[in-house]
């Protein structure tokens, strides 16, 4: 039988230190893990490790090792690719990195997964056990959501995760939306936006046993009709659930009642800016500045836990922007924000633009570490103001005053919600020259 040894590679802890960030126990049962042990063939005996919570051992009896790695986890998972290699280890890599930097992993991988791995995985196996490994993997073809096999949460370690840990489930890939700065549709072949079965869902739910469920998807809701087939097909499971959807969609009463009903806890909205202006040049205009306060009031006459992304840096910000965008959050009494410096990624419009204006910074290091930097040159402030501004915002925002000022007591599950996600990032904000996201907790 093949052994298989799958690895989700943690980061570095910080801009020039190469040791890698260690966690005591994940507050999320991911899913990328147990969904590539899952398209793994089952006549492979398969190992799952996630890099951040245990140690990778190097001299594990394994015929191949896969990795998947993000932007912010690359470096160190080049670093286990080149071990196991030393050892004679056929090595695999995937993920969002591999796909946009796939010349770059080859040098440390013997076959590389560009984009969907649905029937390439498999296929990679096959090749590495029969001797015929190629260098490249890549679709022709979308992947089907349809018949998607069920995660294998057995091959997990359950004292690597929190006791209270909501499963993420897969519901949806790719985006409706076309903006400036994400990279999400070309990530997954540009394929535009695709929902997997309701039935199937709710199937995968029931099998997870979990309660709580974070749906992973840059948009929720990107069929609104099949969206709201879902949520009636949750009522009867009586979860608890959270995701990421468009503000838009906080300003449609009947969406809302019925997400509400379904167990709806906490949503994610992209709202990036306060700025239309701002809005605008990210071709985000469909988010109206000026429905905000609708929105919001939409939410807490719901009880709905939320939080907001802001993206800072664009060439329409200036240094006041800052100051607006807090005196916006306190006003409103927002529960939780986040806050990003603008990263032109490959694969996004913004990146081509800046790159073609040699308004790129040392491109190399750009998202590799965790923290707050600034990789571009921007119009109205320099980098470093950029940076000290952000982490100033984050700071004031995520204060012990500020926080008591904004939730409310915690009575519902919703208050909770809030208060934990504000726990974290304080500890964000206290060290954002070391941590950017506060899954690392």
């Known amino acids: 039988m093949p052994r298989l040894m799958i690895i989700q590679a943690a980061s570095y802890r910080g801009f020039g230190d190469r040791r890698p960030l260690k966690i005591r126990k994940r507050r999320l049962i991911g899913a990328v893990l147990p969904y590539m042990g899952a398209l793994a063939p089952r006549d492979w005996d398969v190992t799952l490790v996630d890099d951040a919570v245990e140690e990778v051992d190097f001299d594990a009896p394994v015929d191949v090792v896969a990795i998947t790695a993000r932007m912010v986890t690359s470096l160190r998972a080049q670093e286990l690719a080149d071990k196991f290699r030393e050892r004679g280890v056929t090595v695999l890599m995937g993920g969002p990195h591999a796909t946009f930097y796939a010349e770059e992993m080859a040098q440390h991988a013997d076959g590389v997964c560009i984009g969907e791995a649905e029937e390439i995985f498999p296929q990679m196996l096959e090749d590495a056990a029969a001797g015929r490994l190629k260098q490249f993997y890549q679709r022709d073809t979308v992947a089907s959501m349809k018949g998607m096999p069920t995660p294998r949460w057995d091959l997990l370690h ?64 990107g069929h609104k009709k099949r969206t709201m087939e879902l949520l009636e097909a949750l009522i009867p499971l009586k979860i608890r659930w959270s995701a990421l959807f468009s503000p838009r969609f906080g300003l449609d009463g009947e969406f809302l009642d019925l997400a509400q009903r379904s167990g709806l806890l906490h949503v994610n909205m992209g709202i990036e800016s306060i700025s239309q202006t701002t809005l605008k040049s990210m071709h985000k205009e469909f988010n109206k500045s000026n429905s905000y306060d609708e929105m919001i009031d939409n939410l807490n006459r719901r009880n709905i836990s939320f939080s907001f992304n802001f993206v800072f840096g664009t060439d329409t910000d200036d240094e006041t922007v800052f100051d607006a965008t807090l005196q916006f959050l306190q006003q409103h009494k927002v529960p939780a924000a986040y806050f990003n410096v603008l990263a032109p990624l490959r694969g996004t419009p913004v990146y081509d633009r800046l790159k073609a204006e040699n308004r790129i910074i040392d491109e190399p290091n750009m998202d590799r570490w965790p923290g707050v930097y600034c990789h571009i040159e921007p119009r109205n402030m320099s980098g470093q103001q950029l940076v000290a501004k952000v982490q100033k915002l984050q700071r004031e925002f995520y204060s012990l005053r500020a926080i008591t000022q904004r939730l409310r007591v915690p009575r519902t599950q919703a208050d909770f919600a809030s208060w934990n996600v504000n726990m974290t990032q304080r500890k964000v904000a206290l060290n954002s020259d070391k941590l950017c996201e506060f899954s690392e907790f």
């Open 158 to 221: 359950p004292e690597n995760y929190t006791f209270y840990s909501p499963v993420v489930i897969q519901q949806s890939r790719g985006c409706p939306y076309t903006c400036d700065f994400c990279a999400e549709r070309r990530l997954n072949g540009d394929y535009g936006y695709r929902d997997r079965p309701a039935e199937e869902i709710v199937e995968e739910i029931r099998k997870s046993g979990k309660r709580h469920v974070f749906f992973a998807a840059s948009q929720f809701v």
